[in-house]
T-cell receptor, first 110, second 113 residues
Framework: ELKVEQNPLFLSMQEGKNYTIYCNYSTTSDRLYWYRQDPGKSLESLFVLLSNGAVKQEGRLMASLDTKARLSTLHITAAVHDLSATYFCAVVWGAQKLVFGQGTRLTINP | KAGVTQTPRYLIKTRGQQVTLSCSPISGHRSVSWYQQTPGQGLQFLFEYFSETQRNKGNFPGRFSGRQFSNSRSEMNVSTLELGDSALYLC????????????FGPGTRLTVL
């Protein structure tokens, strides 16, 4: 059974700092997604990573995938308050089934 | 292009009742997946439908069922509701191809009293 683990689960940081969220998964997969969820809201797609070595960037967020290490990272550069949210990674397991990590609750303080 | 829509947005039911949730996917999308989100268990996959056929099923009891219509709209039904069924139920749509992103709807918040 595929397991997906994120760390840290909670992250409080100051504006302007850099940090990385890690997503490890237990079984081979070559598709991984990152989603953002604001309180009381649905999931917003951030990145889809489709192959080993894939790197995607959007604004202050950059995601990468290492399928051999079964590891994805979401790097935040010079954080701003608007990035406060819960971030989920999700690994595809059989066609369209997504297995989610526990989520990382990110709080960015002024 | 309109996004994924779900109705109703909020529901309050009592134990033992049944409930039906509806999801309309993005136009042109043929795959609809359902997920349950709770504070304790996180996001869990319920099932996925593609062209009116269930392709994938998660580890939920038979009280949870679904179907998809020819216009790709999907419904999810939960019978004999239990307190633990209180959750946010999210629907996601995609084209159903291997590399396509799943886009999530706003969710239905179900409270079981």
């Amino acid at each position: 059974e595929l397991k997906v683990e994120q760390n840290p689960l909670f992250l409080s940081m100051q504006e302007g700092k850099n940090y990385t969220i890690y997503c490890n998964y237990s079984t081979t997969s070559d598709r991984l997604y990152w989603y953002r969820q604001d309180p009381g809201k649905s999931l917003e797609s951030l990145f889809v990573l489709l192959s080993n070595g894939a790197v995607k960037q959007e604004g202050r967020l950059m995601a990468s995938l290492d399928t051999k290490a079964r590891l994805s990272t979401l790097h935040i550069t010079a954080a701003v308050h608007d990035l406060s949210a819960t971030y989920f990674c999700a690994v595809v397991w059989g066609a369209q089934k997504l297995v989610f990590g526990q989520g990382t609750r990110l709080t960015i303080n002024p | 292009k309109a996004g994924v829509t779900q109705t109703p947005r909020y529901l309050i039911k009592t134990r033992g009742q049944q409930v039906t949730l509806s999801c309309s996917p993005i136009s042109g999308h043929r795959s609809v997946s359902w997920y349950q989100q709770t504070p304790g268990q996180g996001l869990q996959f319920l099932f996925e439908y593609f062209s009116e056929t269930q392709r994938n099923k998660g580890n939920f009891p038979g009280r949870f069922s679904g179907r998809q219509f020819s216009n790709s709209r999907s419904e999810m039904n939960v019978s004999t509701l239990e307190l633990g069924d209180s959750a946010l139920y999210l629907c996601a749509s995609s084209s159903g191809t291997y590399t396509d992103t799943q886009y999530f709807g706003p969710g239905t918040r179900l409270t079981v009293l």
